[in-house]
């Protein structure tokens, strides 16, 4: 892998504990602005692999897809929380990053397998 595929690895692999905290602590869940700003966070790290990957003419692989993809729903996920109503309702958040563990976790594990999403080019 080259030094951008690998970086590219290393942030999915820094996600997951990242994830696992999120979905371990639901005092986070209340905190509507914080939650906001780690989506936002999150979102443009995403989005400047995306752009990246543009800028560069890099060949897309599916984990530029899967980059493009988080970067547009935290984006949404953050706009969302921002302007919806307060409510006493429970939050289902560990489940979405739970979900969110898993994806990472089967990213970072594909180049020990012969369907590696890092250099599996689509275009």
Request: aromatic share 18%.
């Amino acid at each position: 892998m080259g030094i951008y595929l690998y970086l590219q690895w290393l942030k999915d692999f820094i996600a997951i504990p990242i994830f696992i905290w999120f979905a371990l602590t639901p005092s986070i869940y209340e905190n509507t602005p914080l939650l906001s700003l780690l989506f936002s966070l999150g979102g443009f790290i995403d989005a400047m692999y995306v752009s990246s990957t543009m800028y560069y003419r890099l060949k897309w692989t599916i984990s530029s897809v899967k980059d493009a993809l988080g970067a547009l729903g935290m984006l949404v996920f953050s706009m969302v929380i921002i302007f919806a109503p307060e409510t006493d309702c429970p939050s289902n958040w560990n489940i979405f990053f739970i979900l969110a563990t898993y994806i990472d976790l089967l990213s970072v594990i594909s180049p020990m397998t012969p369907f590696n999403i890092y250099t599996w080019n689509l275009i």
